[in-house]
């Protein structure tokens, strides 16, 4: 195992955090999302000093990065990611160690994290520490064609472009519709706006 360093994160941190994370999606998904406005956003959220970290190897290269947010009733949710040149050095362990922990610290009884399914060697870490899978979630897409067929929408039904002055009804809507998923937690008004609305990547051209 290489010699690993911890630290916490700084906002000078976010273009290689940002480069990470795309480094990741490349490999398992093909995709590339993480941005910094809303990576930048998501700190301005979290107490940088005691809920995240990176892990770095000699000659300060980060490899890992994590986070772990409170989910409410003593549950907590780690979300990490290991750069794929820096797979196999023991990051991956280092980031569960230092969440679990934490979570300890804040009274936790459950720590929940998420993985990709091709991401063989997560599995095996969480499942050799004692995580088992509790659900699985599906990514869909369509490759789009030269013009999509008119929705046929129910009787009563009609769509308009999103207002503001909905978003409290488009708040309680939503709440109503998740609250018998698995996990649900309410989220009050205030904080919708601030994760959703208040965001870098807020179009309402696209609600």
């Given amino acids: 195992m290489s010699e690993l360093f911890v630290r916490r994160p700084t906002f000078d941190d976010l273009d290689a955090v940002v ?8 490999v398992f998904t093909g995709a590339e999302s993480f941005r910094v406005p809303e ?5 301005g959220r979290l ?7 990176l892990v770095l190897v000699p000659g300060g290269r980060i490899a890992g990065y994590a986070t772990l947010e409170d989910r409410g009733e003593s549950r907590f949710t ?12 023991g990051v991956g362990s280092k980031l569960v160690e230092l969440a679990e922990e934490r979570a300890r610290e804040r009274d936790g009884t459950v720590v929940t994290t998420g993985i990709i399914t091709a991401d063989e060697a997560a599995a095996e870490l969480l499942a050799r520490r ?9 990514r869909m897409q ?5 013009e999509a067929p008119q929705p046929d929408w129910p009787e009563g039904i009609r769509p308009q472009p999103f207002r503001e002055q909905d978003a409290r ?14 996990d649900h937690r309410p989220r009050p008004f205030e904080l919708f706006r601030q994760r959703v609305i208040e965001t870098p990547g807020y179009d309402p051209g696209l609600w």
């Fill in 130 to 138: 004692g995580y088992a899978p509790v659900r699985h979630f599906y």
């Fill in 142 to 146: 369509i490759e789009l064609g030269e």
């Fill in 39 to 43: 990576l930048a956003h998501e700190w």
């Fill in 47 to 53: 107490d940088l000093e005691r809920d995240a970290w």
């Fill in 169 to 182: 009804e488009l708040h309680d809507a939503i709440e109503d519709a998740f609250r018998d998923h698995w």
């Fill in 19 to 26: 480069e990470l994370g795309n480094a990741f999606e490349r």
């Fill in 78 to 89: 780690a979300d990490g990611y290991v750069h794929p040149e820096l797979r196999g050095l």
